[in-house]
Protein backbone atom coordinates (compact mmCIF):
# COMPACT_ATOMS: atom_id res chain seq x y z
CA UNK A 1 0.00 0.00 0.00
CA UNK A 2 1.49 3.30 -1.13
CA UNK A 3 1.71 6.06 1.58
CA UNK A 4 -0.99 8.37 -0.19
CA UNK A 5 -3.15 5.05 0.48
CA UNK A 6 -2.56 4.64 3.85
CA UNK A 7 -3.09 8.67 4.57
CA UNK A 8 -6.05 8.64 2.76
CA UNK A 9 -7.45 5.78 4.99
CA UNK A 10 -7.45 8.21 8.02
CA UNK A 11 -9.10 11.45 6.47
CA UNK A 12 -12.83 10.14 7.81
CA UNK A 13 -10.81 11.31 11.55
CA UNK A 14 -11.36 15.03 11.69
CA UNK A 15 -7.74 16.77 11.89
CA UNK A 16 -6.96 20.85 11.80
CA UNK A 17 -4.22 23.17 10.47
CA UNK A 18 -3.92 25.84 12.46
CA UNK A 19 -2.24 29.24 11.62
CA UNK A 20 -2.10 33.04 13.05
CA UNK A 21 -3.60 35.08 11.02
CA UNK A 22 -4.77 38.90 12.12
CA UNK A 23 -7.74 37.98 12.86
CA UNK A 24 -7.11 35.22 15.32
CA UNK A 25 -6.36 31.63 14.86
CA UNK A 26 -7.31 30.40 11.59
CA UNK A 27 -8.66 26.82 11.76
CA UNK A 28 -9.00 24.68 8.67
CA UNK A 29 -11.03 21.51 9.08
CA UNK A 30 -10.39 18.54 7.24
CA UNK A 31 -12.95 15.72 7.43
CA UNK A 32 -12.82 13.06 4.50
CA UNK A 33 -13.49 15.14 1.19
CA UNK A 34 -14.01 18.65 2.83
CA UNK A 35 -12.17 21.48 4.05
CA UNK A 36 -13.94 24.09 6.27
CA UNK A 37 -12.04 27.38 7.72
CA UNK A 38 -13.26 29.26 10.93
CA UNK A 39 -11.27 32.54 12.65
CA UNK A 40 -11.59 31.44 16.71
CA UNK A 41 -10.06 34.26 18.89
CA UNK A 42 -8.14 31.75 21.20
CA UNK A 43 -6.07 29.11 20.85
CA UNK A 44 -8.18 27.24 23.96
CA UNK A 45 -10.93 27.75 21.86
CA UNK A 46 -9.15 25.83 18.78
CA UNK A 47 -7.80 22.94 21.11
CA UNK A 48 -10.89 22.33 22.25
CA UNK A 49 -12.69 21.52 18.88
CA UNK A 50 -12.95 17.51 17.97
CA UNK A 51 -9.44 16.44 16.34
CA UNK A 52 -7.99 13.70 15.94
CA UNK A 53 -4.73 15.76 15.33
CA UNK A 54 -3.58 19.30 15.42
CA UNK A 55 -1.00 20.70 13.43
CA UNK A 56 0.12 24.44 14.14
CA UNK A 57 2.56 26.80 11.90
CA UNK A 58 3.80 28.22 15.21
CA UNK A 59 6.88 27.11 17.19
CA UNK A 60 5.98 24.85 19.93
CA UNK A 61 8.95 24.24 22.67
CA UNK A 62 11.20 27.45 23.21
CA UNK A 63 15.10 27.16 23.86
CA UNK A 64 16.22 28.78 26.91
CA UNK A 65 19.40 30.02 24.84
CA UNK A 66 20.55 29.43 21.50
CA UNK A 67 19.26 28.00 18.42
CA UNK A 68 16.21 25.01 18.55
CA UNK A 69 17.98 22.21 16.55
CA UNK A 70 14.61 21.55 14.73
CA UNK A 71 14.97 25.35 12.76
CA UNK A 72 18.27 24.48 11.70
CA UNK A 73 17.60 21.25 10.59
CA UNK A 74 14.99 22.88 9.08
CA UNK A 75 16.73 25.49 7.51
CA UNK A 76 19.05 23.15 5.76
CA UNK A 77 15.93 20.70 3.99
CA UNK A 78 14.95 23.93 2.15
CA UNK A 79 16.59 25.30 -1.14
CA UNK A 80 18.59 28.34 -0.14
CA UNK A 81 15.52 31.18 -1.63
CA UNK A 82 13.65 30.06 1.50
CA UNK A 83 15.54 28.64 4.31
CA UNK A 84 14.71 32.55 5.58
CA UNK A 85 11.49 31.44 6.11
CA UNK A 86 12.17 29.57 8.81
CA UNK A 87 12.65 32.00 11.70
CA UNK A 88 14.65 31.78 15.36
CA UNK A 89 11.68 32.04 17.60
CA UNK A 90 12.22 34.11 20.59
CA UNK A 91 14.28 32.12 23.79
CA UNK A 92 11.96 32.05 26.83
CA UNK A 93 13.39 34.28 28.85
CA UNK A 94 12.01 36.53 25.92
CA UNK A 95 8.01 36.20 26.60
CA UNK A 96 6.26 39.11 27.80
CA UNK A 97 9.20 41.72 26.80
CA UNK A 98 8.82 44.56 24.54
CA UNK A 99 11.05 44.31 21.30
CA UNK A 100 13.73 46.75 22.78
CA UNK A 101 13.62 44.63 25.87
CA UNK A 102 14.23 41.48 24.51
CA UNK A 103 16.66 42.40 21.83
CA UNK A 104 18.84 44.17 24.52
CA UNK A 105 18.74 40.74 26.84
CA UNK A 106 19.40 38.64 24.13
CA UNK A 107 22.80 40.80 22.78
CA UNK A 108 23.61 40.56 26.42
CA UNK A 109 23.28 36.86 26.97
CA UNK A 110 24.13 35.64 24.01
CA UNK A 111 25.52 38.24 21.57
CA UNK A 112 21.70 37.72 19.31
CA UNK A 113 19.11 39.89 19.40
CA UNK A 114 15.69 38.77 18.32
CA UNK A 115 14.38 39.51 15.24
CA UNK A 116 10.76 42.19 14.80
CA UNK A 117 9.32 39.45 12.91
CA UNK A 118 9.70 36.90 15.80
CA UNK A 119 9.07 39.29 18.56
CA UNK A 120 5.45 39.97 16.50
CA UNK A 121 4.31 36.72 17.07
CA UNK A 122 5.75 36.41 20.57
CA UNK A 123 2.11 36.74 22.10
CA UNK A 124 0.74 34.35 19.68
CA UNK A 125 3.56 31.91 20.47
CA UNK A 126 3.28 32.23 24.25
CA UNK A 127 -0.34 31.85 23.98
CA UNK A 128 0.35 28.61 22.61
CA UNK A 129 3.12 27.54 24.86
CA UNK A 130 0.35 28.40 28.10
CA UNK A 131 -2.09 26.16 26.28
CA UNK A 132 0.05 23.32 25.51
CA UNK A 133 1.10 20.70 27.59
CA UNK A 134 3.86 17.82 27.42
CA UNK A 135 1.43 15.25 27.44
CA UNK A 136 -0.89 17.35 24.83
CA UNK A 137 1.44 17.06 22.03
CA UNK A 138 0.32 13.60 21.26
CA UNK A 139 -2.52 15.35 20.04
CA UNK A 140 -0.92 19.00 18.90
CA UNK A 141 2.21 19.32 16.74
CA UNK A 142 4.11 21.98 15.16
CA UNK A 143 4.56 22.23 11.68
CA UNK A 144 5.73 24.52 8.64
CA UNK A 145 4.22 24.89 5.74
CA UNK A 146 7.32 25.67 3.54
CA UNK A 147 7.98 22.05 4.51
CA UNK A 148 5.20 20.81 3.54
CA UNK A 149 5.23 22.30 0.11
CA UNK A 150 8.88 21.43 -0.70
CA UNK A 151 8.59 17.96 0.48
CA UNK A 152 5.54 17.78 -2.03
CA UNK A 153 7.47 19.21 -4.75
CA UNK A 154 10.56 17.24 -4.24
CA UNK A 155 12.38 19.62 -2.72
CA UNK A 156 12.72 21.99 -5.47
CA UNK A 157 12.60 25.52 -4.97
CA UNK A 158 9.25 27.01 -5.01
CA UNK A 159 8.07 30.96 -5.88
CA UNK A 160 7.18 33.06 -2.72
CA UNK A 161 4.06 32.13 -0.80
CA UNK A 162 2.80 35.67 -1.25
CA UNK A 163 2.51 35.75 -4.74
CA UNK A 164 -0.11 34.84 -7.54
CA UNK A 165 2.39 32.41 -9.19
CA UNK A 166 3.47 30.94 -5.23
CA UNK A 167 -0.40 30.68 -4.69
CA UNK A 168 -0.77 28.52 -7.67
CA UNK A 169 2.25 26.15 -7.56
CA UNK A 170 0.89 25.77 -3.90
CA UNK A 171 -2.45 24.62 -4.69
CA UNK A 172 -1.79 22.46 -8.02
CA UNK A 173 0.45 20.44 -5.14
CA UNK A 174 -2.47 20.12 -2.74
CA UNK A 175 -4.47 18.74 -5.48
CA UNK A 176 -1.99 16.86 -6.54
CA UNK A 177 -1.42 15.32 -2.92
CA UNK A 178 -5.43 14.52 -2.65
CA UNK A 179 -6.57 17.30 -0.69
CA UNK A 180 -10.06 18.46 -0.92
CA UNK A 181 -9.60 21.50 -3.06
CA UNK A 182 -8.92 24.83 -1.28
CA UNK A 183 -9.56 27.52 -3.46
CA UNK A 184 -12.92 27.60 -2.03
CA UNK A 185 -11.45 29.01 1.38
CA UNK A 186 -9.49 31.88 0.14
CA UNK A 187 -12.14 34.70 -0.24
CA UNK A 188 -14.13 33.45 2.58
CA UNK A 189 -12.23 36.34 4.72
CA UNK A 190 -13.11 39.83 4.30
CA UNK A 191 -10.26 42.82 4.36
CA UNK A 192 -7.19 41.46 5.87
CA UNK A 193 -8.34 38.89 8.78
CA UNK A 194 -6.52 35.87 7.22
CA UNK A 195 -5.02 36.46 3.88
CA UNK A 196 -4.49 33.87 1.43
CA UNK A 197 -1.19 32.37 2.32
CA UNK A 198 -2.67 32.04 5.73
CA UNK A 199 -5.08 29.81 4.72
CA UNK A 200 -2.94 28.13 1.97
CA UNK A 201 -0.40 27.06 5.11
CA UNK A 202 -3.22 26.29 7.27
CA UNK A 203 -4.51 23.57 4.57
CA UNK A 204 -0.59 22.26 4.56
CA UNK A 205 -1.00 21.39 7.87
CA UNK A 206 -3.86 19.34 7.79
CA UNK A 207 -1.86 17.87 5.34
CA UNK A 208 0.83 17.19 8.46
CA UNK A 209 -1.70 16.53 11.14
CA UNK A 210 -3.10 13.71 8.37
CA UNK A 211 0.63 11.74 8.25
CA UNK A 212 0.93 12.01 11.94
CA UNK A 213 -2.76 10.14 12.31
CA UNK A 214 -1.29 7.59 9.54
CA UNK A 215 2.34 7.52 11.18
CA UNK A 216 3.94 9.08 7.65
CA UNK A 217 4.77 12.68 9.26
CA UNK A 218 8.49 13.25 9.08
CA UNK A 219 10.23 15.68 11.64
CA UNK A 220 13.17 17.66 12.70
CA UNK A 221 15.11 17.17 14.27
CA UNK A 222 15.33 13.09 12.77
CA UNK A 223 16.44 11.51 16.50
CA UNK A 224 15.52 8.80 18.66
CA UNK A 225 14.83 10.99 21.46
CA UNK A 226 13.84 14.60 20.46
CA UNK A 227 15.24 17.94 22.99
CA UNK A 228 12.85 19.01 24.94
CA UNK A 229 12.74 22.53 26.77
CA UNK A 230 12.72 23.50 30.62
CA UNK A 231 8.64 23.20 30.48
CA UNK A 232 9.46 19.83 29.30
CA UNK A 233 8.03 20.11 25.71
CA UNK A 234 9.25 18.48 22.48
CA UNK A 235 11.19 20.83 20.40
CA UNK A 236 10.68 19.35 16.91
CA UNK A 237 9.17 20.83 13.34
CA UNK A 238 6.40 17.93 11.64
CA UNK A 239 5.84 17.77 8.35
Known amino acids: MTTKAIEKMHTDSPVLGVDGARGGWLVV ?4 ERLAAQLLPSI ?14 MPLGLADAGQRACDVAARRLLPPGRRSSVFAPPRRYMLGCDYAAANAAGRA ?6 SRQAWHLSPRIAELDQAVSPAAQARVAESHPELVFHR ?10 TTAEGRQ ?43 RLARTAACVPDTAVLPRDSR ?5 IWY
Open 152 to 161: LNGWHALPRK
Open 44 to 57: TEVLALPAAQIAVD
Open 232 to 236: GLAMA
Open 29 to 32: IRRG
Open 169 to 211: ARLALLDDAGLPDARPLLAQFPGRRAKPDDVLDAVACTLTAGR
Open 109 to 114: REGVGL
